[in-house]
């Protein structure tokens, strides 16, 4: 009777998550064996009858340094935009969940996700706007101090830094607001009743058992600010060329779609590395 209720609950588990795994099927590991397909082409096969197999494109990464000089520079941008994020983030999270009530709350909620709502170009647009010469930034400054500010930091990488993190802030206070919620007050007024103060009950408590949340959202803003390639493109201008930017060059205005895929392949093998060699550091940290 056992075996039999086992068959039926794996039958039904199959059930329901098969259709969960035909659509990672269709719309992520098809696309890539296409992708990986392309990189070891030397030419598209719809462009013409003499293309083969070759692995000159992943040999070109080796041979040429500009591609492992953008790589780097892109790491250092990734980086920086995390941790940016956390030291924002966290905190706002933390006054969201552990300060913050009622409709007070669900509105400063709504102004996190508001940029959700809103297409990417019309954000990094509108930071065009604030951050150019005699914008909207430059000119408030100048209106409210007595002396004349020049800022003019369009083109520059400071207003690339500034367009990611606002794109991607949201996720770190989304993460751990989730997490910080799930932390039962009992164990905070535990803490509080054999004197631990404030700043203990954040590093000791607040910071370890919120960590998983934490990490999963500088994880989910890291992974997308190394490949990303229009705020770069459009707030960076000249000083915004970087990894991504050329694997778009190569799809977009090279139409070197075969050395374009090796490239991307070579971003995603980085990314997933660097994430295993920081998961053992990462799990004994949250321990």
């Avoid at 039904?12 to 992708?35: D, E, G, K, N």
Wanted: some cysteine; aromatic content about 10%; proline content about 5%.
């Amino acid at each position: 009777m056992a075996e039999i209720t086992a068959t039926g609950d794996r039958r039904r588990l199959i059930a329901m998550l098969s259709p969960a795994y035909l659509w990672l099927t269709v719309a992520v590991f098809l696309p890539l064996s296409a992708m990986l397909f392309f990189s070891v082409l030397t030419a598209l096969p719809q462009d013409g009858p003499d293309w083969s197999l070759t692995l000159q494109n992943y040999r070109l990464f080796l041979t040429d340094p500009v591609y492992a000089t953008l790589l780097w520079k892109s790491l250092q941008l990734g980086l920086t935009v995390t941790v940016i994020c956390i030291l924002i983030g966290y905190p706002c999270a933390l006054v969201l969940a552990r300060t913050i009530r009622g409709r007070a709350r669900e509105t400063l909620f709504l102004l996190v996700i508001l940029p959700f709502w809103s297409n990417s170009l019309v954000r990094i647009f509108s930071w065009a706007i604030v951050l150019r010469g005699n914008g909207v930034l430059e000119l408030g400054l100048n209106a409210v101090l007595p002396f004349d500010v020049s800022l003019n930091l369009m083109f520059t990488t400071h207003a690339v830094v500034i367009g990611l993190v606002h794109s991607y802030l949201p996720y770190v206070i989304l993460t751990s607001y989730l997490a910080l919620q799930a932390i039962d007050d009992d164990i905070i007024d535990a803490a509080r009743s054999i004197g631990a103060g404030t700043l203990t009950i954040l590093w000791r408590l607040l910071l370890p058992l919120s960590l998983p949340g934490l990490l999963a959202g500088a994880v989910l803003v890291f992974v997308p600010v190394v490949g990303s390639f229009m705020e770069p493109r459009i707030l960076g201008g000249r000083m915004g060329t970087y990894y991504g930017t050329v694997i778009e060059d190569q799809f977009v205005a090279v139409y070197n779609w075969p050395l374009g895929a090796a490239l991307s392949f070579i971003l995603l093998a980085v990314v997933l590395l660097i994430l295993t060699l920081t998961s053992p550091i990462l799990r004994k940290a949250r321990l």
